[in-house]
């Protein structure tokens, strides 16, 4: 099994859809968790966070299942400039050693 | 608002020849790291780096790898004896609390 797995898409949307992208991973050890953004050809950015109690930020929700093992990521209201790889990481931890396991992406692409 | 910033953009060299890598992580953060990702592949951990030791590193980062801190500012990796696989673009990040990371535009490196 994958250590973290994402369904590749592209997942292509009209302008204003709700989308909802989701994620597991392998090691029920890891400790923190996030969404990414990444552009073509760019560096990965923070998107958000991702909490157990499930976290929020504009058009964007977060939430983890940790018995699952499933971490999930909604967009609502979808923007031309949603358009992007959305990276799901998970970050294990031992000492001061820590370590962000990257998804393999899933593709939006949002339309006119 | 403070970034990792990396050089050069753009590295092309042939197989066989060493290359150093160099980032400039954010001035008070304690973690750094080196990923790499290969063109249409996932993000990939190379090593971690805390009170100027390797604090983790993963099977790609073999003898042919280092890294170091120079200085109190400089995080570089060097490959030696480049291979046309090493090809790729490779991202310097940096973290505050080992938890979420920041990353650098990027190097690409390209053996020829």
Known sequence: RKEV????????????????FNCTYS?????????????????????????????????FTAQLNRASQYISLLI???KLSDSATYLCVVNFRTG????????????????? | EPEVTQTPSHQVTQMGQEVILRCVPISNHLYFYWYRQ???????FLVS?????ISEKSEIFDD?????RPDGSNFTLKIRSTKLEDSAMYFCASSDSGRALI????????VL
Do not use: H
């Open chain 1, 27 to 59: 090691n029920s050890a890891s400790q923190s968790f996030f969404w990414y953004r990444q552009d073509c050809r760019k560096e990965p950015k923070l998107l958000m966070s991702v909490y157990s109690s499930g976290n929020e930020d504009g058009r």
């Open chain 1, 76 to 78: 609502r209201d979808s």
């Open chain 1, 5 to 20: 797995e994402q369904d590749p898409g592209p997942f292509n949307v009209p302008e204003g859809a709700t989308v909802a």
């Open chain 2, 49 to 53: 780096f805390y009170n100027n030791e």
């Open chain 1, 96 to 112: 001061t050693a820590s370590k962000l396991t990257f998804g393999t992406g899933t593709r939006l692409q949002v339309t006119l």
């Open chain 2, 64 to 68: 042919q790898f280092s890294v170091e």
């Open chain 2, 38 to 44: 290969i063109l249409g592949q996932k993000v990939e």
């Open chain 2, 103 to 110: 990353f650098g535009p990027g190097t690409r490196l390209t």
